[in-house]
């Protein structure tokens, strides 16, 4: 019976020692997603910003043309195949593949809708991250304390003029996509690791 005393009594040393000695130590600052999100974007915007590669479909060569972003230069024989040249205001805000500034329309017949080009818009911006999943921890190489969380990159469309906008919403564009942050621990705060 003594030796059970004993041993409960050590026991409870030992679990109030180790509770003083643990509540001692700083725990890891929380990750909010708030704060994953911040410095997600910290990291963004200090990338050199992109432009939006843009595929523009028969609706957008006529949305484009009726915006006087380009018009129709060249028909040739077979009525379906045409040129179109970037208007003044177009070279402003659209910056075709090949430098060039004649959209080269070439699709395989008449009622052929599905053709499409890709411009690239002139209006360079940052990256944008929203949608961030709360962060949970995981395991990184090399890394003691690490989190990870799940985000929409988004293409910033800031100052591209609303009738581009409207072609670059047109089915067949991707202007977001999924992505995942990596976060670690830090010298006592949380530093993004990795973009993947």
């Known amino acids: 019976m003594k030796n059970a005393r004993k041993m409960v009594i050590f026991g409870a040393s030992v679990f109030l020692g180790a509770g003083l000695l643990l509540s001692g130590c700083k725990s890891a600052p929380e990750l909010t997603k708030a704060n994953a999100q911040a410095l997600i974007q910290a990291k963004y915007d200090q990338t050199p ?43 402003k805000v659209v910056k075709l593949q090949d430098g060039s500034d004649t959209i ?26 929203h949608d961030v999943a709360d962060p949970q921890d995981e ?9 990870g969380a799940s985000f929409t990159e988004a293409v910033n469309l800031d100052g591209v003029p609303d009738s581009l906008q409207q072609i670059a919403h047109n089915p067949g564009n991707k202007l977001s996509s999924k992505r995942q942050a990596d976060f670690s621990l830090e010298n006592g705060a949380w530093v993004l690791h990795s973009i993947e």
């Open 104 to 129: 080269k329309w070439r699709p395989e017949s008449l009622t052929d809708t599905h053709f499409s080009v890709i411009v690239a818009s002139v209006a360079a911006n940052h990256l944008k991250a």
């Open 139 to 147: 395991v990184l190489p090399g890394v003691s304390t690490a989190k």
């Open 49 to 91: 910003a992109v432009g939006a590669n843009i595929t523009v479909d028969d609706l957008g060569m006529r949305q484009g043309a009726a915006s006087k972003l380009w018009e129709r230069t060249t028909i040739y024989p077979n009525k379906f195949w045409a040129d179109f040249k970037l208007t003044p205001e177009g070279k």
